[in-house]
């Protein structure tokens, strides 16, 4: 793949959000048509993920030390 075609994770979250968005409200497509809930549903994500950086950042996982447990006489 190009660099053009990468999809970045927020594009990625953005189709998430819209098919979570259009299988849950179903009743509304077939009340408003297909064309304008297209757009309605596009304009929702847009607003959802109009605050998250283009590229997200992966969070790297710090591993912890794992002191061992002192118990009993502290002497």
């Known amino acids: 793949m190009s660099a053009s ?10 189709q998430h959000i819209a098919t979570t968005i259009a299988k849950n409200l179903m009743d509304l497509r077939e009340t408003l048509g ?3 809930f297209n757009r309605k549903v596009k304009k929702a994500t847009k607003v959802l993920t109009a ?3 283009k590229k997200i950042k992966e969070k790297k996982n ?14």
């Open 34 to 36: 297909e064309k304008k």
């Open 51 to 53: 605050g998250l950086p």
């Open 5 to 14: 075609t990468k999809k970045t994770k927020k594009q990625i979250l953005r």
């Open 62 to 75: 710090k591993q912890t030390l794992e002191l061992p447990l002192v118990t009993g006489n502290n002497e």
